[in-house]
């Protein structure tokens, strides 16, 4: 988790670049609290955005998908991709209405995936796609089967080339607006689990690793 | 907000057909409630994907950012985008591996922006923006003058191709597994807003739109 990813021009950022690094170990952090990416790819049309799940493998990126998914064929072919997280944490209410904000923590990653076909591999990556959604579960849902492993594309992205960018702190108001007799500050935004609901046919206590859960990152 | 977009190749969800739609009331209801979009286009090096916020305004949607941003100013010239918007409703743990999901809504959207660059029409704009994070809020934050007008770049994208997927309700478990002593189910997911943090030099008692904030879209 030491060290920098390498800095290129698309992974640099430049406007208020302070708030930009190449930071490996605020990106993993990052990567490891989140649970949706933003994956794009040109398409024959265009640009193309997809939501998925994805999980931190290492310093690869896991990605995951159907083999009947034609963007998840691309992807699995090495086509360039770019992938965003994004993380919010606050809405930041200025004087002005030009300093309105968010507070947020974003990683976008470039690169091109590779296959993964091994079983065994492919069974230890299904494992880290289910432990990143919730810790502890991988141990106890069923193990894919032959036919289940076949029907899954899987994915590795080398975290590589990538960029972290990061607003936190309170508005950035001018200086002549800070005695405006308007309210300034942050609502903070945070990501709760409700109470866990069990499925109709459940029949088994609910594990601590559900009653307790939290998003922390894994 | 009655209708359908227009179906295209690009815009139709294949995989699990039956998650996916053109309806705008859907889509514009997830757009509203969403905060944060990831605008994806097509680089000299390959796919972009860059976070933003963002707000809905009638049947288009308006983006802004800095002059003197480069990715922005190519959207603002027209560039064929991709943005997508995902709320995150509910980590779904199925008995088997392979099952395991997520909840959530997510909205896809096509086309190329135009700029919008009259001065009334800007402002107008501008409000939408600050309306979208805090209803309430854009009567009181102090109006932008003309330098920061000029230093805003702010664009307007039709919402006329565009797809919705949905995924809800509980695991898939294949019928052969819903015996297994296995715990299924929903860990719900919300974003709750904290109390909110007041400015070092405010004055201003927290307003009603702060101190009762939550999140179901404006």
Same mark, same amino acid.
């Given at each position: 988790m030491e060290g920098e990813?390498?800095?290129?021009?698309?992974?640099?950022?430049?406007?208020?670049?302070?708030?930009?690094?190449?930071d490996r170990a605020? !990106? #993993?952090?990052?990567?490891?609290?989140?649970?949706?990416?933003?994956?794009?790819?040109?398409? @024959?049309?265009?640009?193309?955005?997809?939501?998925?799940?994805?999980?931190?493998?290492? &310093?690869?990126?896991?990605?995951?998908?159907?083999? $009947?998914?034609?963007?998840?064929?691309?992807?699995? $072919?090495?086509?360039?991709?770019?992938?965003?997280?994004?993380?919010? &944490? $606050?809405?930041?209410?200025?004087?002005?209405?030009?300093?309105?904000?968010?507070? #947020?923590?974003?990683?976008?990653?470039?690169?091109?995936?590779? =296959?993964?076909?091994?079983?065994?591999?492919?069974?230890?990556?299904?494992?880290?796609?289910?432990?990143?959604?919730?810790?502890?579960? @991988?141990?106890?849902?069923?193990?894919?089967? =032959?036919?289940?492993?076949?029907?899954?594309?899987?994915?590795?992205?080398?975290?590589?080339?990538?960029?972290?960018?990061?607003?936190?702190?309170?508005?950035? &108001?001018?200086? !002549? &607006?800070?005695?405006?007799?308007?309210? !300034?500050?942050?609502?903070?935004?945070?990501?709760?689990?409700? $109470?866990?609901?069990?499925?109709?046919?459940?029949?088994?206590?609910?594990?601590? #690793?559900?009653?307790? #859960?939290?998003?922390?990152?894994?």
């Amino acid at each position: 988790m030491e060290g920098e990813f390498k800095a290129t021009d698309r992974s640099t950022v430049r406007r208020v670049a302070e708030r930009g690094s190449h930071d490996r170990a605020r !990106a #993993y952090a990052i990567l490891d609290e989140g649970l949706v990416c933003h994956v794009g790819l040109t398409g @024959s049309e265009g640009p193309v955005v997809i939501p998925m799940g994805y999980a931190r493998d290492g &310093d690869d990126l896991l990605l995951h998908g159907s083999v $009947a998914s034609r963007l998840m064929q691309r992807i699995a $072919a090495g086509a360039e991709i770019c992938v965003g997280v994004t993380l919010l &944490d $606050a809405l930041v209410l200025a004087r002005s209405t030009f300093h309105h904000s968010m507070n #947020y923590r974003s990683v976008v990653i470039f690169g091109r995936g590779a =296959r993964v076909d091994d079983e065994a591999e492919k069974r230890r990556c299904l494992d880290r796609l289910v432990e990143h959604l919730v810790p502890g579960r @991988s141990v106890e849902a069923r193990a894919p089967n =032959r036919k289940e492993l076949a029907a899954t594309l899987l994915v590795r992205l080398p975290l590589e080339e990538a960029s972290v960018k990061i607003r936190s702190g309170p508005p950035s &108001d001018n200086h !002549a &607006d800070q005695g405006l007799p308007i309210w !300034a500050g942050l609502i903070p935004l945070e990501t709760t689990p409700a $109470a866990a609901v069990p499925d109709e046919l459940n029949q088994v206590q609910t594990p601590a #690793y559900v009653a307790n #859960y939290s998003r922390k990152g894994g």
